[in-house]
């Protein structure tokens, strides 16, 4: 994830999230292409600084990035990266958040590290979201094509499979990955990614009981998952890759649940953590493949509240 590219579409971000749009004119090339699903289609930087941006001007914002994968083609890096986004109005000691996450796709030249392309799909929003004036907002019915159209699932496999590091480090890359293409729903790719006898679980967030699949079961389960979350989002914190006895790793990950604010700061009235809710792992065999897909919840979520479950 350590690259120049990177820098610079954190400085995206946030030139977006403060309406600063003529910094663009630093990150975007002349003639850059920008999809996103919730503002439209724009071509050219001018197009860009007048359209592309948040649609008030809000005391302050946080950024939370996700999932945060690339990989070369020819003198450019496409970068896939989850971004979770709340910005705000401040009325000491009352805030007013709105919060919006997705999956973007950047394509940036590596000779003078502006972002060629930006395509985004919008997960989730969530809060005080009249603020998001003329979006068009997501119904939890998501089209992940323009995003698939841009970021190559077998080229960013490919990459992580060549590079010369460590199996935990390998095994941590992978997960990122397959959570990307689970975030896509991209049915082929997490076939291509797991073991015959692979099998997925997830905890209830909101009520009691578990989601089961197998590979058999794939489509329905993804369905099963997104009913039940209503605006799902697969956006995670990887943390330890441990490579066990029998010769399988596990990679603990954290998912980060979509329109959360997360845990207030000591002494502040806006300063917030991300709330991760759901702790997990991938398990991968000697050959690659996903063996074990979960999660459980590690908070009982309440409309005005949580509390932590004890381990």
């Known amino acids: 994830m350590a690259g120049k590219e990177i820098k ?18 630093n990150l975007l090339k002349e003639d850059v292409h920008i999809v996103y699903s919730s503002l439209g289609e724009f071509n050219g930087i001018e197009e860009a600084i007048a359209h592309v941006t948040i649609p ?24 896939s990266t989850i971004a979770q986004h ?28 502006r972002i060629r392309s930006i395509t985004f799909q919008l997960d989730y929003q969530g809060e005080n979201t009249y603020y998001l004036k003329h979006w068009n907002l997501s119904n939890g019915h998501n089209d992940y094509a323009a995003v698939k159209a841009v970021f190559s699932a077998e080229r960013a496999y490919e990459e992580i499979m060549n590079r010369t590091i460590s199996e935990e480090e390998k095994a941590k890359q992978l997960s990122r990955l397959y959570l990307t293409v689970w975030n896509t729903r991209d ?63 596990s990679v603990e990950f954290q998912l980060l649940s979509p329109y959360r604010l997360g845990t207030k700061k000591l002494n502040s009235s806006n300063k917030f953590s991300s709330f991760y809710d759901e702790a997990g792992y991938i398990v991968f065999n000697s050959n690659w493949q996903v063996t074990s897909f979960s999660s459980a919840k590690v908070a009982e979520i309440y409309m005005n509240g949580f509390d932590v479950i004890e381990a």
């Open 8 to 25: 610079t579409i954190q400085n995206y971000l946030k030139a977006f999230s403060s309406g600063s749009t003529e910094q663009y004119r």
């Open 56 to 79: 008030e001007e809000f005391d302050d914002f946080t950024i939370t990035m996700l999932n945060t994968i690339s990989y070369p083609d020819g003198t450019d890096r496409v970068v």
């Open 86 to 113: 709340m910005n705000y109005y401040e009325d000491v000691p009352y805030l007013y958040p709105v919060v919006y996450g997705g999956q973007y796709v950047f394509v940036v030249d590596s000779e003078d590290d």
């Open 187 to 249: 049915v082929s790719f997490i076939q291509k990614m797991s073991a015959p006898e692979v099998t997925f679980s997830r905890e209830k967030t909101y009520s009691n009981g578990t989601l089961n699949g197998t590979l058999e079961s794939l489509e329905s389960y993804i369905k099963s998952v997104d009913d039940y979350y209503d605006l799902n989002e697969w956006g995670a914190r990887i943390n330890a890759a441990v490579k066990n006895e029998d010769g399988t790793i």
